[in-house]
């Protein structure tokens, strides 16, 4: 009876390994599949979508209704700009929704010059100011400028 109790011991230890196993291999099936319908990666129907990345590297006060920024697109691909938003202090908005703006390159920095119309506010040395950019991609990027 003692050997009998053994091998059964044996038996299960082999079939909860073999139930690992299978269970490993449709893990990593899934894994598989799952990659191959997300779209991105080296299963997927295609490249992973490029990556746009600005921050501000310096910013000029030109005049009380111009600022230049100088963008950076330290992203993997080109985005043009579409629009932009100045909010003050105060909370008062200029927008300019149908602008052309510039096409920036990936890895390189591109001067933007923002306009606005002076009738809500202008822009005055010393006090901070909201710029918001919208890309071609919809994305949406805001940088805090002091003029």
């Given at each position: 009876m003692g050997g009998e109790a053994k091998h059964r011991s044996t038996g299960v230890k082999f079939g909860i390994v073999v139930l690992f196993?299978?269970?490993?291999?449709?893990?990593?099936?899934g894994a598989i599949i799952y990659a191959g319908t997300s779209g991105c990666g080296s299963f997927g129907q295609g490249p992973c979508p490029g990556l746009v990345v600005l921050t501000i590297d310096s910013h000029t006060l030109n005049s009380p209704t111009n600022v230049t920024?100088?963008?950076?697109?330290?992203g993997s691909v080109a985005v043009t700009l579409i629009s932009?938003?100045?909010k003050n202090a105060t909370g008062q908005v200029y927008a300019n929704s149908s602008w052309s703006g510039p096409t920036l390159s990936a890895?390189?920095?591109?001067?933007i010059?923002?306009?606005i119309d002076g009738?809500?506010?202008t822009f005055q040395?010393?006090?901070?100011?909201?710029?918001?950019?919208v890309t071609s991609r919809n994305g949406q990027w805001g940088?805090?400028?002091?003029a």
């Open positions: 196993s299978i269970l490993a291999v449709f893990l990593a099936f920024l100088n963008v950076r697109n330290s932009y938003y100045v890895n390189a920095v591109t001067p010059n923002i306009l009738i809500a506010f040395s010393g006090h901070t100011y909201n710029v918001y950019v940088f805090t400028i002091q």
